[in-house]
């Protein structure tokens, strides 16, 4: 079954801390690639999407996200976290043919950052 | 240039009622899915219009149904309202333009969703 893990629930960082949230998934292809962020009472904003081409994607706010085929994973990364980046963070796959739109979604990870 | 927007932000029902939702989709975009986000869970899938038409569904009973219109809009209805209902509905558009390979019909921008309370 198509599937996305977000292993860790909450996070907390100290403020200027690098930053790790974690994502896998379970898909038959190479699915479309995503993070999303969702402030309180607020809905979802797209930070950075894997299509092809490099591992490495470049996203808003300073976020990257590299995906490692060989593990299954589309790992989120800020190398300074600033209080404002406290929000819960979503990866999500999407399909490469027919069900464009459809996506799947990790359970988030919450993320709180000290100062 | 507006995103997408979503009435009402909140409401209240009652088991059994019925509710309608209501989505604009960005301007310049075609194609309207919707979402249902359970509290301390990842949005779900619930389906997508594109011309008009259902066109793709999600694992949802057909108690929800919705609706396009011809400037794009979009609603959302649950009827038979259970308590299992209570979420954050959301809505997304995306640019198909009909093509259902095209990578930009992936690219979702989201609403800041309508909070359902079942009572």
């Known amino acids: 079954a198509q599937s996305v893990t977000q292993p860790d629930i909450h996070i907390t960082v100290s403020e200027g801390a690098s930053l790790e949230l974690r994502c896998n998934y379970s898909?038959?292809?190479?699915?479309?690639l995503f993070w999303y962020v969702q402030s309180p009472g607020q809905g979802l904003q797209l930070l950075l999407k894997?299509?092809?081409?490099?591992?490495l994607v470049q996203g808003i706010k300073g976020f990257e996200a590299e995906f490692k085929r060989s593990q299954s994973s589309f790992n989120l990364r800020k190398p300074s976290v600033h209080w404002s980046d406290a929000a819960e963070y979503f990866c999500a796959v999407g399909a490469r043919g027919g069900s464009q739109g459809n996506l799947i979604f990790g359970k988030g990870t919450k993320l709180s950052v000290k100062p | 240039d507006a995103g997408v927007t979503q009435s009402p932000t909140h409401l209240i029902k009652t088991r059994g009622q019925q509710v309608t939702l209501r989505c604009s989709p960005k301007?310049?975009?075609?194609?309207v899915s919707w979402y249902q986000q359970a509290l301390g869970q990842g949005p779900q899938f619930i389906f997508q219009?594109?011309?008009?038409?259902?066109?793709q569904r999600g694992n949802f009973p057909d108690r929800f149904s919705g609706h396009q219109f011809p400037n794009y809009s979009s609603e959302l209805n649950v009827n038979a309202l259970l308590l299992g209902d209570s979420a954050l509905y959301l809505c997304a558009s995306s640019l198909s333009g009909g093509q259902m390979m095209s990578s930009g019909a992936n690219v979702l921008t989201f609403g800041a969703g309508s909070r359902l309370t079942v009572l």
């Open positions: 894997y299509f092809s081409g490099d591992t």
């Open positions: 898909y038959g292809a190479t699915p479309y």
């Open positions: 219009y594109y011309e008009e038409e259902e066109r």
């Open positions: 301007s310049g975009h075609d194609t």
